[in-house]
């Protein structure tokens, strides 16, 4: 095996590695916290093109992913558990924007499922503009503490572009950072 300052030299150690990395930046994120993720689009990455979503960590083993995606002409949500955030695909960087009392996990999975049946009558629909529809409501049920919603979308755009490259090149583990302006 390669010493700790070489990077592995073949496929099979490189990958173990990786996978190593991964799984300890799983186990050092905070239990529940909420983060906004950020994955970009295209390889060369473009400014301000992501993929938005949240992650929500309940377990030292994983969380829930929240987000909506497109099918075919439409919108739907796509809520599930997740025990490898780390190994998504063109992650970017995950944003902490909450930490969350267990009495009021059902909350937030109440208000991260209630446009589910009516996300194609969001106007304007967009992954990020249902994660800025979602946020209001978190903020209106205290979950999260945000005073200026357009700060806060500069903010995640300000780390995603600060990322992108990093993430089109792989690097591992995906940064975590912290919001400037939610908490």
């Keep these: 095996m390669a010493s700790p300052t070489q990077p592995p030299k073949n496929p099979r150690e490189r990958a173990l590695a990786i996978k190593k990395v991964q799984e300890e930046a799983l186990a050092r994120l905070s239990l529940d916290t909420l983060y906004i993720l950020l994955f970009i689009r ?16 309940t377990s030292p083993n994983g969380g829930f992913k929240y987000h909506a995606k497109t099918l075919d002409d439409g919108w739907i949500p796509d809520h599930s558990w997740n025990s490898g955030i780390f190994k998504s695909d063109f992650l970017c960087v995950l944003i902490q924007i909450a930490s969350v009392p267990q009495g009021k996990h059902g909350l937030l999975d109440q208000v991260m499922r209630s446009r589910d049946g009516d996300v194609n009558s969001i106007p304007g629909i967009t992954c990020r503009v249902w994660l800025l529809v979602i946020l209001q ?27 992108s490259d990093e993430a089109a090149n792989n690097q591992q583990p995906r940064p975590v950072v912290r919001s400037r302006v939610c908490f």
């Excluded at 295209?42 to 960590?57: L, R």
């Excluded at 978190?138 to 806060?152: K, M, N, P, R, T």
């Design 137 to 163: 409501a978190l903020v209106q049920q205290g979950i999260v503490h945000c005073g200026d919603i357009d700060a806060f979308q500069q903010d995640c755009m300000d780390f995603g572009n600060q990322h």
């Design 42 to 57: 295209t390889d060369p990455p473009q400014p301000h093109n992501f993929h938005w979503g949240y992650y929500f960590h």
